[in-house]
């Protein structure tokens, strides 16, 4: 028996696999356009526009436009019945009246401005059948999932995950605020203009990514040091131009054994009890202020802009008059 032939009798066969088909240009999906789009879609359709370029178009397969054009009468008719054009739900609503009213309502809790609360599923659920029971007692109302999906899909609402803080924002009152320190600015020099912030340092707190094996990855937990709570708090202290740089520490020991013999600190240090500042540690921190920028320069006053989010009005505007400060001079409690 030849080489080859033997070769081939050894080597098991390997079945054919077909080559991996080539991913599509563009991802589209299978409908459920907002009625807007439906409705130019329609329009479009009934101009002999091909369905392959509306397909294409709205980012939808070539089945949903002949869906859209079967149900171009119920499109037309939610239409003249006034559901928004944003909706994707052109389904008649068993209530109306509920319906109106949970919009309004959800409406009234987004113009909260930074006190609006965070509204789930079940907070659309509790407040129609509360809504069912004012306005509708003898009718058969259930607040079901279903309702809900309906009800969304009809005022083009979604759930979205929710990050961050920035929601805690009210953006009317920070203009109305940011127009009445403008009104003040006006005239000063851009160098006599101070901004300062504060930020937390907790620094034994331990990585909390990692890298490790995959095998691995199951079994591994964290340790204690991922949930360390000790922090110094930093005030950072600058004017507009940046020549002017103040750096302030909060730390709980009033004599760290570390700052033993040391005169000369590169930045100024302060204690409290939880590391916060409270109203006697802003003082205290308003005449090292005051002294570092008299060392600084020699000009007379200067303007105060505090945007930390942690000091409320009865630690700084109603017992503090931190708008005008000449310098050398230490902030003076109002009565």
Known sequence: MSAPAAAAIAAPAVPAVPAPAAPSAQRRDRGNLMLGKNLLGITQDADRVPRETLALRYGVTKRAIYGVWAGRSKAWDAAARGVPLRAHCVQVCRFPLIDKLLYEWFMRIRSMGRKTMPISRIALQVKASQLARLHSPAASFSASNGLVDRWVKRYSIRSVHLRGSGGGIDLVEGERRMAKLREKMVGLVPECILNMDEDGLFYQLAPTYSYMLVCDSEETRGTELQRAKARVTLFICVNATGKFKSIAVIGKAAQPVCFHGQTDLPARYSSQ????????????????????????????????????????????????????????????FQP
């Open 273 to 332: 009890k939880k590391v916060w500042m409270d109203s006697t540690v802003y003082a205290k921190w308003l005449a090292d202020l005051s002294e570092d920028w008299g060392a600084f320069t020699s000009r007379r006053g200067f303007l105060i802009m505090d945007n930390a989010s942690g000091h409320d009005a009865s630690a700084t505007d109603s017992r503090f008059d931190i708008d005008w400060l000449p310098p050398n001079t230490t902030a003076r």
